[in-house]
């Protein structure tokens, strides 16, 4: 039977001041790095033994990735790094406190940005110095599947490639994947696995540096879902 633990990354230094990150490239809190190596410990304590790992382009999930996998005494397994991983892009909203833009914009419309399925935040430009355009993390993706701002719809999609390509195949193989990655990442990839609707999805939320262990069998439905903590 084949296992799939989804990690959130621990706390990240904007998670702390509230501010919406997405694909900008922010570092653990020093409470988030705690979370990632108590992950490492739940895993090890479950006896969980993986064969490969995943994770975003983004420090804060390559770091828990890291923390966890140290904590296991499984750092040595093969890893890929992807950008189909990481954060929903929050666009122009990214770098905002919450607050100040629930107070700027109303909290209902901040809400809907937020939680929606399918509503795009404002959309930040690409000639814009904050446009993951000009990091070269993306210089070799096609311009015009960098995003200026993303829904939980089109981070779903966004995923799926990597699901279906990658995952899916080691999974149906009999092989053990950790995917450590980010909130909207990890919860399009739950609605997928669990054929969550596309209103209920919104009330889906994915704890930081809590491990979610997901067991399928020969045909890759889904067994048990269950939470290390």
């Known amino acids: 039977m084949a296992k ?10 904007w998670n702390l001041s509230n501010q919406f990150t997405g694909w900008v490239d922010v570092d653990l809190s020093e409470e988030g790095v705690k979370q990632a190596q108590n992950a490492g410990k739940l895993i090890k304590e479950a006896g969980i033994e993986f064969d490969f790992a995943y994770t975003s382009v983004l420090t804060r999930a390559i770091k828990t990735l ?11 397994i093969p890893e890929t790094k992807t950008w189909r991983l990481n954060e929903r892009h929050y666009g122009a909203l990214q770098g905002q406190n919450k ?7 109303g909290e209902d419309q901040v809400h809907i940005w937020r939680r929606s399925y399918d ?7 690409a000639d814009d110095e904050g446009s993951a355009a000009n990091d070269r993390r993306y210089a070799n993706l096609d311009p015009h599947i960098v995003p200026g701002g993303e829904n ?4 779903l999609e966004r995923v799926m490639p990597l699901w279906e390509d990658a995952i899916a195949p080691k999974l149906l193989d009999g092989k053990n994947i950790i995917i450590a990655a980010h909130g909207n990442s990890l919860r399009a990839l739950s609605k997928y696995i669990e054929g969550i609707s596309d209103e209920d999805i919104i009330n889906l939320e994915m704890a930081t540096g809590e491990p979610v262990v997901y067991d399928f069998d020969d045909k890759l439905n889904v ?4 939470k290390l903590d």
């Open 4 to 13: 799939l633990v989804l990690i959130r990354h621990g706390q990240s230094e």
């Open 66 to 76: 890291h923390y966890a996998l140290e904590g296991s005494d499984q750092l040595w």
């Open 99 to 105: 607050k100040e833009a629930a107070e700027k914009f």
């Open 119 to 125: 509503v795009l935040p404002p959309l930040l430009s």
């Open 152 to 155: 939980l719809k089109v981070t």
């Open 223 to 226: 067994v048990s879902k269950t």
